[in-house]
């Protein structure tokens, strides 16, 4: 069974309860396909990055498979704007709009980081996709979706792709930084932009220092994040 997100925004559980973690969002145009039910939820796995959870089944909109597959090689725009009205819905950044021309896709990082700079100060949550909430990994991977660059969902996976960087001086405006815990896990990303700086969702999405410890936060005058790897994409 095939779906398509009819809503500006889907919420996609762990489990299948309202009371579970959100893990992340689908936006209008996302496809899916439906892998279990379970009683009113449906267990999906998304077509653009293959990331799977639960969604309401009252939420659920089928299509047939020949629509589905038709619908995955249209010609379609990515909003690349922090909010667009269409067909009476509000449309948030990273939001597929079918059968427009598409947006540049020569994988530009200072667009990408032009885009990243509208959602200055959206709020952070976790699980996040929309200019309501968005957390650290699903901003990035909207803003690299936003020039023609797809990126997985989590900051776990998003590190497996690119190519190395090893220092900081050599990094470049659009290359990607990965930030790690006591444990040695990804925990956060973001985005290298000029001037030694990072823009990334925590707390909100913002602008701070980056050295080769890892993020500085001038206003707490510690560093918050710890660096791991730096990636260039695209």
């Known amino acids: 069974m095939y779906g398509i997100c009819r809503y500006s925004s889907v919420c996609v559980k762990r489990e299948p309860s309202h009371q579970s973690e959100l893990v992340t969002e689908l936006l209008f145009n996302d496809l899916y396909e439906v892998t279990e039910n379970q009683d009113d939820w449906m267990k999906i796995r998304m077509e653009y990055d293959g990331y799977e959870g639960w969604i309401s089944g009252k939420q659920h909109q089928e299509i047939p498979e020949e629509a589905f597959n038709t619908l995955v090689s249209t010609d379609k725009r990515i909003v690349n704007r922090p909010v667009e009205i269409f067909d009476c819905k509000i449309l948030t950044f990273g939001t597929t709009v079918f059968g427009e021309p598409c947006n540049?896709?020569?994988?530009?990082?200072?667009?990408?980081i032009s885009n990243g700079l509208q959602l200055l100060?959206?709020?952070?949550?976790?699980?996040?996709?929309?200019v309501f909430g968005i957390d650290c990994s699903g901003f990035v991977q909207l803003c690299?979706?936003?020039?023609g660059i797809k990126l997985p969902?989590?900051?776990?996976?998003?590190v497996k792709c690119g190519d190395d960087v090893?220092?900081?001086?050599?990094?470049?405006?659009?290359?990607?930084?990965?930030?790690?815990?006591?444990q040695h896990h990804i925990v956060h990303v973001g985005i290298i932009i000029e001037g030694e700086k990072i823009?990334?969702?925590?707390?909100?999405?913002r602008i701070d220092s980056i050295d080769q410890t890892g993020i500085f936060n001038k206003e707490t005058g510690q560093h918050t994040h710890f660096l791991a790897a730096i990636k260039r994409i695209g």
């Not at 540049?104 to 990408?112: A, G, T, V, Y």
């Not at 952070?124 to 929309?130: F, Q």
């Not at 969902?153 to 998003?158: T, V």
């Open 199 to 205: 823009l990334h969702a925590s707390g909100k999405v």
């Open 153 to 158: 969902r989590d900051a776990s996976q998003q």
């Open 166 to 182: 090893y220092f900081l001086a050599e990094a470049k405006p659009g290359d990607i930084a990965f930030f790690e815990n006591e």
């Open 121 to 130: 100060d959206v709020p952070y949550r976790w699980g996040g996709r929309t």
């Open 104 to 112: 540049s896709q020569d994988h530009n990082p200072n667009e990408m």
């Open 144 to 147: 690299a979706k936003s020039v």
